[in-house]
């Protein structure tokens, strides 16, 4: 139906969505670069607590991503898996298990962490 659809279309109105489809491929490329840019900057550095952070499994080389169904009926936990490529799931957010530590402080070695 959509080829009917495109076929019956203006050629200016063709052309305004490749050009539309050009932006948005060049705005990906730009992401992936800048969060390949990204995973290497952190890569080594120190841990604050607030961070938001991309996992990466070592053996596999493949990201750590959420997944919407929960493992038990604790609204706290959710399932995970590893995934090719990064996306919005694949985010985690480093936050204290203790009440004394604060958002900018760096995680310690033996820290307890909530993803």
Same mark, same amino acid.
């Given at each position: 139906?959509?080829?009917?659809e495109s076929s019956n279309r203006p050629?200016?109105?063709?052309?305004?969505?490749? &050009?539309?489809?050009?932006?948005?491929? &060049? #705005?990906?490329?730009?992401?992936?670069?800048?969060?390949?840019?990204?995973?290497?900057?952190?890569?080594?550095?120190?841990?604050?607590?607030?961070?938001?952070?991309?996992?990466?499994?070592?053996?596999?080389?493949? +990201?750590?991503?959420? =997944?919407?169904?929960?493992?038990?009926?604790?609204? #706290?936990?959710? #399932?995970?898996?590893?995934?090719?490529?990064? =996306?919005?799931?694949?985010?985690?957010?480093?936050?204290?298990?203790?009440? +004394?530590?604060?958002?900018?402080?760096?995680?310690?070695?033996? =820290?307890?962490?909530?993803?």
């Amino acid at each position: 139906m959509r080829e009917a659809e495109s076929s019956n279309r203006p050629p200016e109105e063709k052309k305004e969505e490749e &050009k539309k489809l050009d932006l948005l491929l &060049k #705005r990906a490329e730009k992401e992936a670069q800048m969060n390949v840019s990204m995973i290497t900057f952190k890569n080594g550095k120190d841990l604050l607590y607030g961070e938001t952070v991309i996992l990466k499994h070592a053996h596999s080389s493949k +990201f750590l991503r959420t =997944d919407d169904t929960q493992i038990i009926k604790d609204v #706290r936990t959710c #399932r995970i898996h590893l995934e090719d490529e990064v =996306d919005e799931k694949c985010l985690f957010k480093v936050i204290a298990g203790y009440e +004394f530590r604060v958002d900018g402080h760096q995680v310690q070695k033996g =820290d307890l962490i909530i993803l």
